[in-house]
């Protein structure tokens, strides 16, 4: 089990500081691609596989297209590349490097309060779906009839800030 | 049993999945700070996002209890939230990135100073 | 030790899968262990499985189109032309590697295997047969086929984008388009079928259409015999095929996104277009058409007699039975789908978006809200009498089909012996 983690950690990490380093933007998206797919695997291993599932089908198969047919929208070749100048880029990256320690050091050294049932009692798979699906029309009502509004208002906000305009 | 850091190697807990989450958060960090190109930004903030997801669907797994035998879910359904309006924030990001690109010729923005001063 | 032995496949997945997965075992695995072991089923089973798929789909798509066209098709290479593929991928790998100068060479090199793979990995969730299934506690079965489904399409859009051709991008652009709305009546349809069945789990599905013909999920109420139609028509769209072809119209754009690729980059995407073509038949096998379990319901019943007598060979006798029942309900699909590309025109893309939003989605949408207020509504008895109808109704019209074709066969063989005559002299 540990081997599946390390694998699909190191895809995602992989990604992560891809995009961070790539100078062309479809390289970029490329590498938030392995980025998404290294966090779907993740999250089949915490036993959480309709998250995994939804990732695949609305980040990487829906978010992510939106994103490359944005990036083929406005880039004129497939190799152009903006660049930064080299003082902000050592500043962004040494203010990434300081956070990343803030963060790593507290996440070891703090005691986290791991409950001890929830690793067995968690794996009972059978009614996990029909859990999720009783808690979002149950419990989670208003946030899910709240977000299909969002979606609603998102659709037609995007349909008319993207269409075209006769001048 | 292998010991990095205080951090055992070979039985994944907790730990591993925050310091994960807390590097993809940093790196989206980095990326908002650094990309010129407006899309790249967005690709930032969407890793940041993917972060938190990380954490959430984390926690709910090895520190919520469960009640009765019965699996609590409720971080994974703020992950399926986080997700959702993450893909309504991208199509409006990008519907805003194309009206730039449209009026501006590039989707640099360093180049968006028409407000500046 | 893992012992894999035929007579529980089944068992012998699941352990693996669950120590995999779910770890905590009293002798955990090492890790070199698991992904030796794990590459060995892939390569033992998936990979011949999904290459021999594809082959023989190539194959009986070109025998397919040339008799619809009354000519016979590939007949040199081997008994009615079956090695034809293996001559194709000899030729295939003998030809010249181009990558265009201004392409993006890593991303060129990637596109054609973030194609195949997401359709490869679909295969693992197929039920072939009731101790066939690679984990049957996977609850997001269905679901997880749809992701695979849904990540194809990055493959594509950059396979256009990286050649550096404008008319690759064209095929590109055109292709997310299509997928992408076309994804959402599908999602809608399968949901359809998941309300009717009650679970996304494969294995629940499967078991739930045991009965006989009856209890198959596509008679079960009329609006999941609306949503395989809804379902049969978006899968033509998301998978490429025509008449929704436009990616890779062969009369317009030379050949849409893969119009840089040759060889065996090429034979790439050709292989995730047709291993999708069998995934998606399989779906809709496993949905609607009763999974592997034959019209009869002899499958279940003899697969729970021969598990509780231990009869090993009963055993395995009853799961080739239903992989082969399986395969041949995904392979009729495959063939009405090869039947419609060489049959019906291929519309614009202006036609074809406007057929997926103001017609597929409504009629998708209504059929979602009819499956509900029927789930919500009717009663057992109503319920049963409605789907013996649609059963009878079904083979109705399956009958009358069948007597169609076979019509249309005999009366074209009197025809042949007239056109094969040699000309008149003038």
Known sequence: MAGLFYIFALTAAAGAVGVVLSRNIVRTAVCLLAALL??????????????????????????????????????????????????????????????????????????????????????????????????????????????????????IGAAYLAKARRK | MMMLAGVNLVSIGLQHYLLLGALLFVCGLATILTKRNAIGILIGVELVLNAANLNLVAFNRFAHASAGGRPLLDGEIFAVFVIVLAAAEAAVALAIFLNFYNNIATIDVEQGTALKG | ???????????????????????????????????????????????????????????????????????????????????????????????????????????????????????????????????????????????????????????????????????????????????????????????????????????????????????????????????????????????????????????????????????????????????????????QAALFLGGFHDPFGLVGHFHAKYSAAGNNAGIILVNVAAAVIFIVKACVIIFIQMWLRWTLPRPRIDQVLHGCVKVLLPAACATLLGAALWQLLAGPAVARVVSMLLTAGGVAIVMIVATWIAYAIVTARRVRPRLSEPAPLQ
């Open chain 3, 1 to 283: 030790m893992i012992s894999v032995s035929a007579l529980s496949l089944g068992e012998a997945t699941r352990t693996f899968f669950e120590r995999l997965y779910f770890g905590d075992k009293p002798e955990p695995l090492g890790t070199a262990t698991q992904l030796i072991y794990s590459a060995v089923i892939v390569l033992v089973m998936a990979v011949p499985f999904v290459g021999t798929l594809a082959a023989l789909a190539i194959w009986a798509e070109r025998k397919v189109a040339g008799h619809i066209q009354s000519r016979i098709g590939p007949n040199r290479v081997g008994p009615f032309g079956i090695f034809q593929s293996v001559a194709d991928g000899i030729k295939l790998i003998g030809k010249e590697d181009l990558i265009p100068a201004g392409a993006d060479r890593t991303l060129f090199r990637l596109a054609p295997y973030l194609c195949f793979a997401p359709v490869f990995a679909a295969f693992v969730a197929l039920p072939f047969g009731p101790d066939l299934i690679f984990e049957p506690r996977l609850n997001v079965g269905v679901f997880y086929v749809l992701a695979m489904l849904s990540v194809d399409v990055l493959g594509v859009i950059l396979a256009g984008w990286a050649s550096d051709n404008k008319w690759s991008i064209y095929g590109a652009m055109r292709e997310a388009c299509q997928t992408v709305s076309y994804e959402i009546p599908l999602g809608l349809s399968v949901i359809v079928a998941v309300m009717a069945a009650g679970t996304l789990n494969m294995a629940d599905m499967s078991r739930m259409q045991s009965g006989g013909l009856h209890t198959w999920l596509i008679f079960s109420n009329p609006f999941t015999f609306a949503a395989f139609i809804i379902f049969f028509i978006a899968s033509l769209a998301s998978n490429k095929r025509a008449p929704f072809d436009l990616p890779e119209s062969e009369s317009e754009l030379v050949a849409g996104f893969h119009t840089e690729y040759s060889g065996m980059r090429w034979a790439f995407f050709f292989f995730a277009e047709y291993a999708a073509m069998f995934v998606v038949g399989a779906m």
């Open chain 1, 38 to 155: 290294g966090l779907a695997g993740l999250y089949f291993s915490l036993a959480a596989e309709f998250i995994a599932v939804v990732q695949l089908v609305v980040y990487a198969g829906g978010t992510l297209v939106l994103i490359v047919f944005g990036v083929m929208l406005t880039a004129r070749v497939p190799t152009a590349h903006l660049d930064i100048k080299m003082r902000e880029l050592v500043i962004a990256l040494c203010t990434g490097a300081v956070f990343l320690a803030v963060l790593w050091g507290g996440i070891l050294t703090a005691d986290w309060p791991v409950a001890k049932a929830s690793t067995g009692a968690a794996d009972a798979q059978p009614y996990r779906i029909a859990k999720l699906g009783e808690a979002l029309l149950g419990d989670y009502l208003v946030p899910f009839e709240l977000a299909s509004v969002v979606l609603l208002v998102v659709m």
